[in-house]
């Protein structure tokens, strides 16, 4: 850091960086990621963020399973996703190194911090040679900076540790890449003021580690270069950036005010749902009542008792929970009461991988219970649109007096997107009034047009009346063992649920409305279909993508819109789910395209996968 | 038996909890329980009876339990519509249907679950949670501790009759060690708990015994555990004539049960017996049963019964103490004022109001930083 520069760095314009930090879980890489996208978003970059960490809280510093990363792409255009490939990796030490270089293309820039490249760090790592040294690195643009030493020395005079010092290093990567795509400090600077504020010196390390960063981009000869990308032309209004469990909170909260009814939520922790808990707390004075229950079963139970006493009973889990949930959910489908249960999905069976992604839990939500027990399920498929689907499987559970079942998964929890905060005069009124009529009132007396049930609260004089897990009577929800009654109870209930299918937005398609393909898509696939789509249409292909944001049932128009195209792709990170239900609600040949890797699609992969169809067609139609 | 005239002991919970921190005053507790109101809204025990057919076994005690609900539900002075009755499963689940209030038969083990969640959402309501020996503590085990630790302002009937009713005879946690049942033919190798000693574990703050057939001491039972602001935890000992006929018999029969039981009465010493002339004193750890009168004894040597002391010690004694080793204790073990769930719940939030404002949404969903895209 002593050499000043002779010559200027020339700057580059780029549409797109995508940029990966990896290091030791103990290292704040998920911090150095956050801060970065936050000026990213606020720099007016379109962004899309990908954290990837470990389950273990401490694994073994060094070791491959303690290796944390944070992928962010930022881009003067509209993005989809967090990007196939990172163009530029920081690798923090040897096992980040290991564990992610193999995803940086040729050519990539490979940032080190070589000061953590020890001989006991590189055995842990399983590295028999420093590739640093052993010439494997060639076919990147390898930049070996001594971090640690460097970062130590500009916190010369702290009354700090050696490792309390260590600890700060991360901010000296940021601060390298804050001077390499020409970002501002100040928004960081501010937050690790607030942040620290208790501890001045820890404040004013960190602030200096960052500067020090910047300025060592700055002097130092390395970098030849520095880009900038320019803010992207986002529909105009107001933003702020958006994870997916920020947008189902916020989603719920606004759902409360919209309902005019005051939320309840019981959750038993889980990852990666807890966060749901920890936002929805901090709002009491919404009049939020939270409950962390002692298990997912007496969550959904209080949820269930809130529901019935006239509040917005909500409850979220992951796989594991919603196993556990599954009983009650059966109790809610009998009473027909409104219930909202988010399922923030992750890689099972079983504990599986707890922080990485997967959608395999869909049939568990449709059929994960005993009889025929049918409930509407929707799925975000961004994460800021968590916020609309909030509202909307409440607008369900309270005009059709239902649990609903609404899916995220561990990708849209986590990662961000820039999200146009909506303006309260554009949300729907979603309220409805409980039933108070005390003439001829019977509680299974139900709506002609939505089957909904008559809802009576306690409370309401003269509507005392019971309700349970039995058989209910038709109309006046007496216990009730008669064989045709129960037949028709069935079909009652089932058919409740499929009226939704013409109260639900339909399908749309982007692309041609005819064609040789389809990618049929849910959840938190939307991005990388959504780019791979635009990338075919670029090759003149005739392909087109649509999203259901309604799994059960699905929109009016679903199958119609499957019969227009020759070829229907469905993939899904799961093997073979929402294929399963298409095929056999509309018996179209659908084929599934699966992979469980515990990690999204990437762009790359749908677009070979489709190339391959419509390849075929493409043979077919020259036959 | 003298019953210690009926207070409302959430009432005289402290107005600020050390522990909760927090500047706003404790919400009061469910209103409407009151003597007074009984008389202005003067309902009776008809009014309480729901119009289905009752369907228990000729000769359950299930029927007394539920008569005697009946009977005492008017005394509370809260209308039938602010009154919801939440049952598990098991033959005792089936109550909720016999009472004309609100009524939720649930599933198995998880009716505390619901009732906190209700409670929660609505604490003007009075809830009762019926609930039986399996439902309670073999299924729904961990929800009655949690329940009951979190002082959840429920009045919970456990009917204990030893056995699983419903499923036709098999072993229960309260059945007794090597019982023979269906399920367990060499007789039963688990070790039975004692409900009482699980609730006061648990940190219930109203531990009591009734049994079925003692209809004037379950009727005042059921009077002083719906009066009771908290976890109420009442063990009703129970005959299932079908399946463990005469469960309890050897100590409730009318001939025997005065010896064979001590009925307790806050403040006075723990006599017992046709005569009174036998009591409970200390020795050591252990509790004794003596003779007034023998070996120097007088009424001054023993224990006298303090429900509301601290720390739930004599409470604990009184809960293991059984037949045929001890006279077995009925009444009320323990009544304790602590703050409720649901008062410590609106208490934070009214906390939150006084300190931040009502909530503001639109500025909920602009926090952190934003941008202006023109
Ligand atoms: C999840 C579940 N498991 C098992 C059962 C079957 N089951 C119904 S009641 C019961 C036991 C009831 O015993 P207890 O709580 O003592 O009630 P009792 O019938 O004796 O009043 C069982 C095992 C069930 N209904 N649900
Ligand atoms: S089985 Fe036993 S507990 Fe159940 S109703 Fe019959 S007698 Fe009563
Ligand atoms: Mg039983």
Not at chain 1, 172 to 192: Q, V
Not at chain 2, 13 to 31: D, S
Not at chain 2, 47 to 62: A, K, L, N, Y
Not at chain 2, 213 to 238: D, I, N, P, Y
Request: hydrophobic residues 40%; charged residues 20%; negative net charge.
């Amino acid at each position: 850091m002593t050499t000043t520069r002779e010559t200027e760095p020339e700057t580059q314009e780029l549409e797109r960086v995508t940029i990966r930090f990896a290091g030791d879980s103990g290292d704040g890489m998920q911090l150095t990621g956050t801060q970065f996208t936050r000026t990213a978003a606020v720099y007016g970059n379109d962004i899309s963020t990908l954290p990837d960490y470990p389950a273990e809280i401490r694994a073994p510093a060094g070791s491959l399973p303690g290796v944390s990363g944070f992928q962010i792409s930022f881009s003067s255009n509209e993005i989809h996703t967090p990007g196939d490939e990172p163009d530029v990796l920081v690798a923090m030490n040897p096992a980040a190194l290991k564990t992610n270089v193999m995803d940086l293309p040729a050519g990539g820039a490979l940032i080190v911090n070589s000061d953590a490249f020890t001989a006991s760090n590189l055995s842990k790592a399983g590295y028999a040679a420093n590739p640093l040294q052993d010439g494997s690195l060639k076919q990147y643009a390898l930049f070996e900076i001594p971090i640690s030493t460097l970062n130590e020395r500009s916190l010369d005079g702290l009354d700090m540790t050696s490792k309390q010092k260590d600890l700060t290093k991360n901010f000296f990567a940021l601060g390298i890449m804050f001077w390499l795509y020409g970002r501002e400090m100040d928004a960081t600077i501010r937050w690790i003021n607030e942040k620290f504020g208790k501890r001045p010196v820890v404040a004013e390390a960190n602030t200096r580690a960052l500067k020090a960063g910047y300025a060592f981009g700055e002097t130092t000869e390395i970098f030849h270069t520095h880009y900038r990308v320019a803010p992207a032309k986002l529909a105009p209004g107001t933003y702020r950036n958006i994870t997916g469990n920020e947008a189902t909170s916020l989603g719920m909260l606004a759902a409360s005010k919209l309902a005019k009814r005051p939320l309840f939520y019981g959750s038993y922790p889980i990852t990666p749902a807890s966060d749901i808990l920890h936002q929805l707390s901090g709002y009491k004075n919404f009049g939020v009542k939270t409950f962390q229950a002692e298990d997912e079963i007496a969550a959904i139970g209080a949820a269930i008792g809130a529901a019935y006493g006239g509040a917005m009973g909500l409850t979220a889990s992951s796989g594991p929970g919603i196993a556990l949930k599954s009983e009650a959910l059966g109790l809610a489908v009998m009473v027909e009461l409104p219930l909202v249960v988010i399922d923030v999905q992750r890689a099972g069976p079983s504990t599986g991988m707890p922080t990485k992604n997967e959608q395999s839990d869909l049939l568990q939500v449709m059929f994960g219970r005993n009889g025929d027990s049918p409930l509407p399920v929707i799925a975000p498929a961004t994460p800021g649109e968590c916020f609309d689907l909030a509202i909307e499987a409440w607008r369900i559970a309270l005009k059709y007096v239902t649990p609903v079942v609404y899916m995220s998964d561990a990708f849209l929890a986590t990662g961000a997107e820039p999200w146009l905060i909506p303006s309260l005069e554009d949300l729907p009124d979603i309220s409805v009034q409980n039933w108070t009529e005390r003439e001829g009132f019977h509680p299974y007396e139900r709506d002609p047009r939505t089957l909904a049930r008559k809802w009576a609260v306690p409370g309401t004089p003269g509507l005392e009346h019971r309700i349970g897990g039995l058989e209910k009577a038709d109309v006046t929800g007496n216990v009730s063992y008669d064989p045709d009654n129960h037949h028709r109870m069935q079909l009652l209930r089932q058919a409740k649920v499929a009226r939704i299918a013409d109260d639900v937005a339909p399908l749309d398609v982007f692309g041609p409305d005819r064609g040789d393909l389809l990618i049929l898509g849910w959840g938190s696939t939307y991005g990388a279909i959504r780019s791979a789509v635009e990338r075919l249409h670029v090759d003149g292909r005739s392909v087109a993508h649509a999203h259901l944001r309604h799994l059960n049932p699905f929109p009016a128009n679903t199958e119609k819109v499957l019969r227009s195209y020759r070829r229907v792709l469905i993939p899904e990170v799961n093997l073979g789910q929402l294929s399963m239900l298409i095929r056999s609600q509309f018996l179209i040949d659908a084929e599934g395209y699966n992979r469980v890797r515990g990690k999204p699609f990437t762009i790359a992969e749908i677009v070979a996968q489709a190339e391959r169809i419509v390849g075929t067609t493409d043979a077919e139609h020259r036959s | 038996m003298t019953e210690p005239t009926v207070t409302r002991a959430g009432s005289t919970a402290p107005a600020n909890p050390p522990e909760a921190r927090v500047a706003a005053p404790l919400p009061a507790a469910q209103p409407a329980l009151s003597p007074e109101n009984a008389a202005i809204i003067q309902l009776t025990r008809k009014d309480f009876v729901s119009d289905q057919e009752v369907r228990w076994c000729p000769g359950c005690g299930d029927y007394s339990i539920l008569a005697q609900t009946q009977k005492q539900m008017p005394d509370f002075g809260v209308p039938r519509e602010n009154i919801v009755f939440i049952s598990g499963i098991g033959c005792s689940g089936r109550l909720p249907y016999y009472m004309n209030t609100y009524g939720f038969h649930t599933i198995h083990g998880r009716a505390p679950t619901l009732a906190t969640g209700l409670k929660a959402a609505r604490p003007e309501l009075m809830v009762w949670v019926i609930t039986g020996d399996g439902d309670a503590l073999s299924i729904g085990g961990n929800h009655i501790l949690h329940s009951m630790r979190r002082n959840v302002d429920i009045t919970l009937v456990m009917f204990n009759n030893r056995i699983y009713g419903l499923t036709k005879g098999q072993a229960s946690p309260t059945s007794e060690f090597g019982k023979k049942t269906k399920s367990t033919p060499a007789g039963t190798v688990d070790t039975p708990i004692q409900p009482l000693t699980v609730a006061l574990a648990a940190e219930a703050s109203f531990v009591a015994r009734s049994v079925d057939t003692h209809t004037e001491h379950l009727q005042q039972t059921l009077q002083r555990a719906g009066m009771h602001h908290g976890s109420t935890f009442v063990e009703v000992l129970q005959n299932c004539n079908i399946f463990n006929d005469g469960a309890w018999r050897d100590f409730t029969d009318r001939e025997v049960r005065e010896d064979r039981m001590l009925v307790l009465e806050h403040g006075k010493p723990m006599i017992f017996g046709k005569h009174r002339d036998k009591g409970i004193r200390l020795r050591g750890l252990h509790p004794e049963v003596v003779t007034i009168g023998q070996n120097g004894i007088a009424e001054s040597d023993l224990l006298v019964h303090d429900e509301q002391s601290d720390e739930p010690y004599l409470a604990l004694m009184l809960s293991r103490m059984f037949w045929p080793d001890y006279p077995v204790p009925v009444g009320v073990l323990r009544a304790v004022a602590r703050p409720t769930h649901d008062q410590l719940i609106g208490q934070q939030i009214s906390a939150a109001v006084t300190a931040d404002g009502e909530g503001d949404l639109a500025a909920a969903l602009a926090s952190g930083e934003t941008w202006t895209v023109e």
